[in-house]
């Protein structure tokens, strides 16, 4: 079911070209449909999206906007147990996030310049919550509450009805513990759309966050600069590095919790250890007989996933930085060792205590992460995510007198002569 590969220079950069490829280019059929329908939700707003949503998945809700007190009656309907679990989530996370808040600055140099940085939140945030199959109320948490946080004014949450028309109940309570202000029942890229351009019914946002499909990423890639956008984002991906001390059994575990998300997912585990290899790919045959999304993941683990053996941890861990994986989990017997050598992760699970799902619902950082190698230079979303900044600059007479003759220079050796002036105009 997984392939086995012994690390020798050359296979195991093969797999790594293989992996970053598997995104493969969006499909041009793809791309030509959603272009089209945001260009009739710009033109057409409220009724474009009516059609769509008839086209797309056969009904309309009874109310596009779900109203304030169905978030409360979600809260109070659904399931105690999972509503306790969401609220020990939500504090987890805030308590995380907010220690990523920045504040604006000023400093004062010689001469009465003062120079400074204004940090502020966006005004208001759209998020996209998928609501069929694939409904995520973690998702709904992970990116609300950093908005909030950064100090959003509003969140204009979209998520498609369910088949009945109606909202699903999870989501919708999420939403409430979250802090979302109002949310609507649409979803595909007509909805992206509607958040994008607004339209007589959804309020114009600033920026999109949230997960969906082909349709929905796609939709985000070609709205941004129109808005911003989180990121996007590829198959899930997860990566082990283990050593002789660790659990074949978790390991198993760990790589197919990646796997069930998708047939493009990649699970990959890299170890010096023969005896994890082999034992680990016994626990892959063993546990997915029971588990639900059998078929999904036995095809990612066929198409995506691998076993790779290296000489040594070390080898490993270099490996880990040319992938730059989503979630990287080091189940190794030291593993705090490495933090400081791990340079390229959207998150980093350390020991034999700390899967991947932990991350996923519950400890507090990010579950949003880049993918696809991207790890080299993205981010997690963040509180950062929600903010922009605006650098200020106050010169006196004094200040500029003695900072003229060097500004003239630099501007009249670029040719600005109009640069050059406006500082020598004032002398």
């Given at each position: 079911?997984?392939?086995?590969?012994?690390?020798?220079?050359?296979?195991?950069?093969?797999?790594l070209?293989?992996?970053k490829?598997?995104?493969?280019?969006?499909?041009?059929?793809?791309?030509?449909?959603?272009?089209?329908?945001?260009?009739?939700?710009?033109?057409?707003?409220?009724?474009?999206?009516?059609?769509y949503?008839?086209?797309?998945?056969?009904?309309?809700?009874?109310?596009?906007?779900?109203?304030?007190?169905?978030?409360?009656?979600?809260?109070?309907?659904?399931d105690?147990?999972?509503?306790?679990?969401?609220?020990?989530?939500?504090?987890?996370?805030?308590?995380?996030?907010?220690?990523?808040?920045?504040q604006?600055?000023?400093?004062p140099?010689?001469?009465?310049?003062?120079?400074?940085q204004?940090?502020?939140?966006?005004?208001?945030?759209?998020?996209?919550?998928?609501?069929?199959t694939?409904?995520?109320?973690?998702?709904?948490?992970?990116?609300?509450?950093?908005?909030?946080?950064?100090?959003?004014?509003?969140?204009?949450?979209?998520?498609?009805?369910?088949k009945?028309?109606t909202?699903?109940?999870?989501?919708?309570?999420?939403?409430?513990?979250?802090?979302?202000?109002?949310?609507?029942?649409?979803?595909?890229?007509?909805?992206?759309?509607?958040?994008?351009?607004?339209?007589?019914?959804?309020?114009?946002?600033?920026?999109?966050?949230?997960?969906?499909?082909?349709?929905?990423?796609?939709?985000?890639?070609?709205?941004?600069?129109?808005?911003?956008?989180?990121?996007?984002?590829?198959?899930?991906?997860?990566?082990?590095?283990?050593?002789?001390?660790?659990?074949?059994?978790?390991?198993?575990?760990?790589l197919?919790?990646q796997?069930?998300?998708?047939?493009?997912?990649?699970?990959?585990?890299?170890?010096?250890?023969?005896?994890?290899a082999?034992?680990?790919?016994?626990?892959?045959?063993?546990?997915?007989?029971a588990?639900?999304?059998?078929?999904?993941?036995?095809?990612?683990?066929?198409?995506?996933?691998?076993?790779?053996?290296?000489d040594?941890?070390?080898?490993?861990?270099?490996?880990?930085?040319?992938?730059?994986p989503e979630?990287?989990e080091?189940?190794?017997?030291?593993?705090?060792?490495?933090?400081?050598?791990?340079?390229?992760?959207?998150?980093?699970?350390?020991?034999?205590?700390?899967?991947?799902?932990?991350?996923?619902?519950?400890?507090?950082?990010?579950?949003?992460?880049?993918?696809g190698?991207?790890?080299?230079?993205?981010?997690?979303?963040?509180?950062?995510?929600?903010?922009k900044k605006?650098?200020?600059?106050?010169?006196?007479?004094?200040?500029?007198?003695?900072?003229?003759?060097?500004?003239?220079?630099?501007?009249?050796?670029?040719?600005?002569?109009?640069?050059?002036?406006?500082?020598?105009?004032?002398?």
């Open positions: 079911m997984i392939r086995m590969v012994r690390a020798d220079g050359v296979s195991e950069q093969k797999l070209r293989e992996l490829a598997r995104s493969g280019e969006i499909d041009r059929a793809v791309t030509a449909s959603v272009t089209q329908i945001l260009d009739d939700v710009r033109r057409f707003g409220d009724t474009s999206v009516r059609e949503t008839m086209k797309f998945d056969g009904a309309l809700p009874e109310q596009a906007e779900i109203p304030p007190e169905a978030l409360d009656a979600a809260v109070e309907s659904c105690s147990t999972f509503i306790y679990a969401l609220y020990k989530a939500a504090d987890n996370i805030r308590d995380f996030h907010r220690r990523q808040k920045q604006s600055w000023l400093e140099k010689a001469d009465g310049v003062l120079l400074g204004r940090v502020r939140a966006l005004r208001r945030v759209g998020l996209y919550v998928p609501g069929g694939a409904a995520y109320p973690s998702s709904v948490l992970m990116n609300a509450i950093p908005a909030k946080i950064a100090g959003v004014q509003e969140i204009v949450m979209v998520t498609p009805p369910r009945d028309g909202a699903n109940p999870d989501i919708l309570a999420a939403a409430k513990i979250a802090g979302v202000d109002r949310v609507f029942l649409m979803g595909g890229a007509q909805a992206v759309a509607a958040l994008a351009y607004g339209t007589e019914t959804v309020p114009q946002v600033d920026k999109i966050v949230g997960p969906g499909n082909i349709y929905v990423a796609t939709a985000k890639k070609l709205l941004f600069g129109t808005v911003d956008i989180d990121m996007i984002a590829g198959p899930s991906e997860i990566l082990i590095v283990a050593d002789e001390t660790a659990d074949p059994k978790c390991l198993a575990a760990d197919m919790s796997a069930e998300h998708d047939k493009m997912a990649s699970a990959v585990l890299l170890t010096n250890s023969e005896r994890i082999a034992r680990t790919a016994e626990e892959l045959e063993r546990q997915v007989q588990l639900s999304r059998r078929d999904i993941i036995e095809q990612a683990l066929r198409d995506f996933g691998a076993i790779i053996l290296c040594t941890v070390d080898r490993a861990v270099e490996f880990a930085n040319l992938l730059a979630h990287l080091m189940a190794v017997k030291d593993p705090l060792e490495y933090i400081g050598r791990i340079d390229n992760a959207g998150s980093v699970f350390l020991g034999q205590y700390a899967p991947e799902p932990l991350g996923d619902y519950y400890a507090g950082p990010n579950h949003v992460l880049p993918t190698g991207t790890a080299r230079f993205f981010s997690p979303l963040s509180v950062d995510s929600f903010v605006s650098s200020f600059i106050y010169y006196t007479q004094t200040a500029l007198e003695k900072a003229k003759d060097d500004i003239v220079t630099l501007a009249e050796a670029e040719g600005l002569t109009a640069h050059a002036n406006a500082v020598k105009v004032r002398f």
